[in-house]
DNA sequence: GTCTATATGGAGATAGAC
DNA sequence: GTCTATCTCCATATAGAC
């Protein structure tokens, strides 16, 4: 990136506008004329070169999924047939990580802006599908050779956990600085993801691992006069 | 809630439009034109009844706040001195399940919709810290009481983590439906709530029991080059 | 590729009759 | 409490000169 926002091209500061300020208000609450503004371009140019607003949102997204992808996918090749799930989940995480805290404001907007796309069903076919499955089912894969003797669905449950574990880490709401007196910080994705490595790991263990307990439901159903219906 | 819309008041004809529309699309998503259509009221009645649309999207997340705080506060009340996390985790988080899946259409898009605002920073303040903060605190501290060998602020970082796979999991996104090939299905709430309590259980005593890991990066310092300035 | 100017529609909000 | 009508502003998008 380079250091005056001036030195860029037209296209690179519509983009860097557009993806601070998407990631601050969501899609519908940030107007071409407020980012053309804040990219000291004129309107026009929004248009001419990246079509309807909608593209130019799903341009914001693409611009650094490939990278991103690219580094997770380089991680988990990285890993050898030992690797433990631990091993794994840091290898999908840390990217982002990286990325977030020593990649730049850039990416810093960016993982905040996917944090809450990932949360939005509006866009789960459009983005999150098409731009993040792929790796998603690189990291599966190599977690169902870790943990052999889980049910395959058990598997996918703890990665639809994780992913939530994930999007609410990286985007840095601050609920938790508040409801901690100050003792945590959303900010310190270090120390975040140092804490989110093992307790994603003993999820993953306990739900997918040989002596898993594999359903609260199955070991409480006496105990709770509530339940209904389900198998 | 009445069996036809018709026979409702125009205050909860406009709520329940506005909860479903919101669900959908998010805050700036939505016209009140939209919304006043779909209640069948007349346009000028929104301001009339709420004032700004700011006024009547607090309004929407207020409506059922109150009940769903009132369950898990009295699910947690209820339980003994002996309980441990995993019974914690299950007061916290059934009374959302209850009323997502057998509390009806509402209860279904109000879920969906605070699972947005979690993870978006503009309504952290105005939204989660004003109206969830309160119940959260009464479910750490008695976490606290049942983890009492744990460093505090990794009982919070546990929480951060079980908020985000909820919020993941009651946005029905659907990602996980196709990841899995249907194997999954983002609607089946129970199944995944049977699933959610041992995982994130197993991670709580992980990150917050007697013999915690406590930080990944501390085990794994030497082996991993790319790792910076972090204490 | 960039600028000025504008087309066209929809947004939130309210005044005032009933 | 409800309806009609309207105010004012801003949205996306584009046409056409340079």
């Not at 506008?17 to 503004?37: H, K, M, N, P, Y």
């Not at 989110?196 to 439901?217: K, R, Y």
Request: proline share 3%; net charge neutral; charged share 25%.
């Amino acid at each position: 990136m380079a250091r005056r926002e001036q030195e860029l091209s037209t296209q690179d500061r519509i983009l860097n506008a557009s993806e601070t300020l998407f990631a601050e208000f969501g899609f519908d609450g940030v107007s071409l004329r407020r980012i053309t503004q804040q990219a000291e371009v004129e309107l026009a140019l929004a248009n001419y070169h990246f079509g309807p607003k909608k593209e130019l949102f799903l341009a914001v997204v693409r611009r650094r999924a490939d990278e991103l992808n690219q580094a997770r996918s380089v991680a988990l090749d990285a890993l050898g047939p030992e690797a433990g799930v631990a091993d794994l989940i840091d290898a999908f995480t840390r990217p982002f990580l990286e990325k977030s805290v020593r990649g730049g404001p850039g990416w810093k907007s960016y993982a905040r802006l996917i944090a809450q796309i990932a949360n939005s069903p509006r866009w789960t076919e459009v983005i999150m599908a098409s731009q993040f499955d792929a790796v998603a089912t690189k990291f599966i894969e190599r977690t169902k050779l870790a943990l052999p003797h889980s049910d395959e669905r058990n598997i996918y449950w703890a990665f639809h956990f994780l992913i939530g574990t994930m999007m609410m880490t990286f985007a840095e709401t601050q609920r938790i600085d508040r409801l901690s007196g100050g003792r945590c910080r959303s900010s310190d994705l270090d120390t975040i993801h140092a804490k989110m490595i093992p307790f994603l790991a003993a999820g993953f263990e306990a739900l997918c691992g040989a002596d898993s307990v594999a359903d609260w439901s199955r070991n409480r159903r006496s105990a709770i006069g509530t339940m209904k219906d389900h198998p």
